[in-house]
T-cell receptor, first 112, second 114 residues
Framework: GQQVMQIPQYQHVQEGEDFTTYCNSSTTLSNIQWYKQRPGGHPVFLIQLVKSGEVKKQKRLTFQFGEAKKNSSLHITATQTTDVGTYFCAALTQGGSEKLVFGKGTKLTVNP | DTAVSQTPKYLVTQMGNDKSIKCEQNLGHDTMYWYKQDSKKFLKIMFSYNNKELIINETVPNRFSPKSPDKAHLNLHINSLELGDSAVYFC?????????????FGPGTRLTVL
């Protein structure tokens, strides 16, 4: 079935270091959404990208959608302990069924 | 004030039992979903309803039966619980029926089958 591959599965950083998670698909994506799930919490929507090559920023977070609309990335500059959690991408593939397919997530831990 | 609420938050039960999880949203959204998150944190859609009509029914054992009495409620009934059903079940809602809509998740129900 449709798959969205997300890497890395885990990332451990020192506070202040940067962090990036990547989402890749073999098929063209209609859109991509990013969610954050804090430990013990529920997924919370961060952003949606729709256009080829789109870049959006939220404070220290930068989201990119690839030119071919087959990959996306989330980059956090100068991580803080509040960034801890699992980051999921979710995508709707073009021509596919009308459901979001979630990546397996990247679990970020930050050492103070 | 809670946008998407679920009850119960925790559910511990024996194998073979039947249990239900309830979900309510007060956002006025048309579409509601059930997701299962396993121990490895993998989020997988189970069902979605749009205005009380079943839209998505993934490959889920028929021991799982969703019911939507109105568009603000989506309940999940599970018959003959098995060990492998242990997971966190998230209810979610979105404004319209499009998968491009933002999904608002409930707090989750942690189901443990002994």
């Amino acid at each position: 079935g449709q798959q969205v591959m997300q890497i890395p599965q885990y990332q451990h950083v020192q506070e202040g270091e940067d962090f990036t998670t990547y989402c890749n698909s073999s098929t063209t994506l209609s859109n991509i959404q990013w969610y954050k799930q804090r430990p013990g919490g529920h997924p919370v929507f961060l952003i949606q990208l729709v256009k080829s090559g789109e870049v959006k920023k939220q404070k220290r977070l930068t989201f990119q959608f690839g030119e071919a609309k087959k990959n996306s990335s989330l980059h956090i500059t100068a991580t803080q302990t509040t960034d801890v959690g699992t980051y999921f991408c979710a995508a709707l593939t073009q021509g596919g069924s009308e459901k979001l397919v979630f990546g397996k997530g990247t679990k970020l831990t930050v050492n103070p | 004030d809670t946008a998407v609420s679920q009850t119960p938050k925790y559910l511990v039960t024996q194998m073979g039992n039947d249990k239900s999880i309830k979900c309510e949203q007060n956002l006025g959204h048309d579409t509601m979903y059930w997701y299962k998150q396993d121990s490895k944190k993998f989020l997988k859609i189970m069902f979605s309803y749009n205005n009380k009509e079943l839209i998505i029914n993934e490959t889920v054992p028929n021991r799982f039966s969703p019911k939507s009495p109105d568009k603000a409620h989506l309940n999940l009934h599970i018959n003959s619980l098995e060990l492998g059903d242990s997971a966190v079940y998230f209810c979610a809602s979105s404004p319209g029926g499009l998968a491009t809509d933002t999904q608002y998740f409930g707090p989750g129900t942690r189901l443990t089958v002994l």
